[in-house]
Each structure stands twice: as structure tokens, then as C-alpha cells.
């Protein structure tokens, strides 16, 4: 693909007003940001939802009516999150697939998340898939380990995960495998044909996944859940300016924008 898809994680789930003041919380808000993210070149979305108290939460009536505000404004590819929340269970967070997003991420193991760890099971992960086939919701792969791979070569065998395939690799998580090129590089050839890929890079790992993302025939993810920053020190001022610095870079590499059509052919998504 001679275009960059650009997937914007507008909030996450540990990213918090103290540290991020911009952060969007209430469905209004994700909804703006999104928005936002979109008119700046961003095609996909990466979903999470928050309490009114900004607490993370997989309330499907919440999901809803993020959906619904987003649909009121564009047509960007939504992504909604199955990975939830530090302490979620797997059926708390498989529930909103059945709200029909045109993606999920589909987390491929278990992985420690700074002082806490988020469990995904195979049989868990076999579930999500089931649940993603049965609701035409296509799985973002996310891969924190090499482990997770391999994990999701078993899902494929098994003829629970269709092509094309998009894998999510996550690197520099507090606890997790750091990011370095040649971490990248070998994780990436371990991947199977047909597969398309966005890095994600934590905290200062986000900016050099972006080049690095360019370098492998990647897809490149932005947004306040994986990084708060412009600079050292510098807080962005919205998740579109992070969007807004994807772009430039992308563009003087030659490469085009994606948008949300694209990805739409691209993974056989439902047309809106």
C-alpha cells in the first residue's frame, strides 16, 4: 500500500486530566476529538471509554453513544477496544463487539502493564475472535511480545481469524519489550503473509515508531493513550496536532493519506 493509515488512540485508559489536561473524557468530548483527528488525516479511531469521573469503563451503552456522536460527524473507521481496562474480565470486555464497530483490537496474550497485568488467555482470545467473525467487526491483532504472535499464528490456523490480517505491535510498555529497531525489524518478519501492519509506540518510543513505521511499509498510531507529548516536556495541545505531525512526516517521505475509504477496501470493511 503506497498510503499511510494513521489510527488515532483519542483516550485510552490510564492517561488522566492531571497529566494530560486535554485529555477528552465524556462521550461529547471523544466524539470532538475525534472529529478533530479525522479532519487532520487521521482514518482509523481507537476507542476507549471513560465513567464521568474519567474512570475507564466497557459499559456497551457508553460505546454506543460514541458511535452514534462520531456518525453524526464523519465517517472515519471506528475501533473499539477489547483490551479494556487493568482488572476488566474477558466477558466485560468482549461486549462490545456486539455494537458492530467496523474494527476491535483483539489482544493476543498476556502482558504486565507497569505494576498490574492484563490477562488474555487463548481460550479467551479464541472467544474474541468467535465474537468479532459472528458480528463482521475485523480484529486489530494487538501484539505486545513475540509470544503474541506466535499466539495469533494458532487463531489463524484454527480458521478464526480471516485475511488480511492487521496486527497492532506495542512496544515500551512499562514492564514490556522496549522498543528498538531491530526488536521491531524481528517481530515484524515473524508475521504471517497478507498482513498489514500499525507500531505503536509508548511514551518517547512514540515518535521513532513513526520513522520506523515509514522504514517497514507500516502504519503509524497516535493519540493520548500512547503519548501526551509534542516534546519534552511540551504537552500537546489536542490528539489532531499529534495527528498533524503523522501527516507531515508521512508526506515528506512521499507517501499519501489514507482515508477512511481506503481502509474500508483495504480490509473488506462494511461501506457506510
Do not use: W
Not at 32 to 42: H, I, Q, V
Not at 158 to 167: F, N, R, S, T, V
Not at 219 to 244: C, H, Q, W
Amino acid at each position: 500500500m503506497d498510503k499511510m493509515v494513521i489510527t488515532c488512540a483519542i483516550t485510552g485508559a490510564e492517561t488522566t486530566r492531571e497529566q494530560q489536561p486535554n485529555l477528552p473524557v465524556t462521550p461529547e468530548e471523544i466524539a470532538n476529538a475525534t472529529y478533530e483527528a479525522y479532519k487532520a488525516g487521521a482514518s482509523i479511531v481507537h476507542v476507549h471509554a471513560r465513567n464521568n469521573d474519567g474512570t475507564p469503563t466497557q459499559a456497551p451503552e457508553v460505546f454506543r453513544e460514541i458511535i452514534e456522536l462520531i456518525r453524526q460527524k464523519c465517517d472515519i473507521v471506528i475501533e473499539l477496544t477489547t483490551g479494556g481496562a487493568v482488572g476488566m474480565t474477558a466477558e466485560e470486555r468482549v461486549k462490545v463487539v456486539a455494537l458492530k464497530p467496523d474494527m476491535a483490537s483483539l489482544d493476543c496474550g498476556t502482558v504486565n502493564f507497569g505494576n498490574d497485568y492484563i490477562v488474555n488467555t487463548l481460550p479467551d482470545m479464541r472467544h474474541f475472535a468467535r465474537e468479532m467473525e459472528k458480528y463482521e467487526v475485523h480484529p486489530t491483532l494487538e501484539c505486545f511480545d513475540l509470544s503474541h504472535i506466535y499466539a495469533s499464528h494458532i487463531l489463524i490456523k484454527e480458521g478464526l481469524i480471516k485475511p488480511p490480517y492487521h496486527y497492532g505491535l506495542v512496544l515500551n510498555v512499562p514492564g514490556g519489550v522496549k522498543y528498538e529497531p531491530d526488536v521491531v525489524n524481528f517481530f515484524l518478519s515473524k508475521l504471517p503473509k497478507d498482513s498489514y501492519c500499525t507500531l505503536m509506540g509508548i511514551g518517547r518510543s512514540c515518535l521513532p515508531m513513526h520513522f520506523g513505521a515509514i522504514a517497514n511499509n507500516c502504519f503509524i498510531r497516535v493519540g493520548f493513550e500512547d503519548n501526551i507529548y509534542m516534546d519534552k516536556g511540551v504537552l500537546a495541545k489536542s490528539n489532531a496536532e499529534l495527528v498533524e505531525r503523522a501527516v507531515k512526516i508521512s508526506k515528506d517521505a512521499g507517501l499519501q493519506i489514507a482515508t477512511p475509504n481506503d481502509v474500508r477496501n483495504l480490509f473488506n470493511l462494511r461501506k457506510i
